[in-house]
């Protein structure tokens, strides 16, 4: 069993930053981030592999938002900048992945979420 932890969550002004953090009690394969406003479904925001820390991203995020992961691979980070109000929701930490990796049905273990609200 794996146990993941968010913490970083919180209310910024567009444009600002925030720095998403999750710790895991193992090692992954693959750890990432999705965010689920509500009404609407779960997506991607970025994923990052263990072996290679090869990164993606969904363009919503794209060149704004960075993935990364200290060297043990047991704590991966979202670095958000130009922040903008459709980027509230509740972000959520994800491991251990097989399949597609915005697919959220292909992650084993989840995180509880943290809280990100922007504000215009």
């Known amino acids: 069993q794996v146990q993941l932890l968010e913490s970083g969550g919180g209310s910024v002004q567009a444009g600002g930053s925030l720095r998403l953090s999750c710790a895991s009690s193992?090692?992954?394969?693959?750890m990432a981030w999705f965010r689920q406003a509500p009404g609407q479904e779960r997506e991607g925001v970025a994923a990052?592999?263990?072996?290679?820390?090869?990164?993606v991203y969904a363009a919503s995020g794209k060149c704004r938002f960075t993935i990364s992961q200290d060297n043990d691979k047991k704590r991966v980070y979202l670095q958000m900048n130009r922040l903008k109000p459709e980027d509230t929701a509740m972000y959520y930490c994800?491991?251990?992945?097989?399949?597609?990796?915005?697919?959220?049905?292909?992650?084993?273990?989840w995180g509880q979420g943290t809280q990100v609200t922007v504000s215009s």
């Open positions: 994800a491991a251990q992945l097989s399949g597609a990796w915005s697919n959220p049905h292909g992650y084993t273990y």
């Open positions: 193992r090692y992954s394969n693959w």
């Open positions: 990052i592999g263990a072996a290679f820390s090869s990164t």
